[in-house]
């Protein structure tokens, strides 16, 4: 892991606005291998982006945004570079930023993370024991996983701009780059779920499944 453990989090750069100004499934391809990164009282958490999923706005019928704008989903009608936090199952927040310039509807699910710091952190908000066997994957292994590891919620992390230096969330690079990138078909949907706008780290094991 190529992030420092103890890297003071001021020094921690989010990713600027016009990264997210493009298409969904560049976003997707350029977020792999990127860093989450939230600051909190208790420490620093950090983790690795390693599986995430593009939704193309109205013309997808399977993103939130298909039917138009709404109270719900009007985060991801701009401006780019903002948290989209829903409930789903009724159990689990899901964690997406909105993509495409100001006006247009886009977004980008995180699937995966692979935990760098923080980690008895996250234990504790996923209720997870780790006493040295435990499996990381049950960290940050799935969409409703980083988010509860995170502490993302609707309330606290709607709307919230990734890209203010002054956020407690956001995304930053340290220069790692995947070596093999893998786009597959979405799963968990039933609607375009053929369409491939999964993408993935090859080989890395945090991926949420196969």
Do not use: W
Not at 6 to 33: E, I, K
Not at 109 to 126: C, N, T, V
Not at 201 to 206: D, E, P, S
Request: hydrophobic share 35%; proline share 7%; with cysteine.
């Amino acid at each position: 892991m190529r992030i420092a453990k103890n890297r003071n989090s001021r020094s921690m750069v989010p990713l600027p606005r016009d990264f997210y100004t493009r298409d969904p499934r560049a976003v997707s391809r350029d977020l792999l291998g990127k860093i989450l990164v939230r600051r909190q009282r208790r420490g620093l958490l950090t983790a690795r982006i390693v599986e995430v999923e593009a939704y193309l706005g109205q013309d997808d019928p399977a993103a939130h945004s298909h039917r138009g704008r709404t109270p719900r989903n009007f985060v991801l009608f701009g401006p780019p570079g903002l948290s989209y936090v829903y409930f789903i199952y009724g159990n689990h927040y899901l964690f997406n930023v909105s993509c495409l310039p100001d006006g247009e509807a886009g977004g980008v699910l995180f699937r995966a993370l692979e935990p760098i710091s923080g980690i008895a952190q996250m234990a504790d908000a996923r209720d997870v024991v780790m006493d040295g066997t435990g499996d990381l994957r049950k960290l940050t292994s799935g969409p409703g996983r980083l988010a509860e590891a995170f502490g993302i919620t609707r309330e606290r992390d709607n709307e919230k701009d990734l890209t203010s230096p002054k956020s407690d969330l956001f995304i930053t690079d340290d220069g790692f780059r995947p070596r093999r990138i893998e786009i597959t078909p979405r799963i968990g949907i039933t609607k375009a779920a053929e369409r491939p706008l999964r993408y993935i780290i090859a080989g890395n094991r945090f991926v949420s499944r196969g």
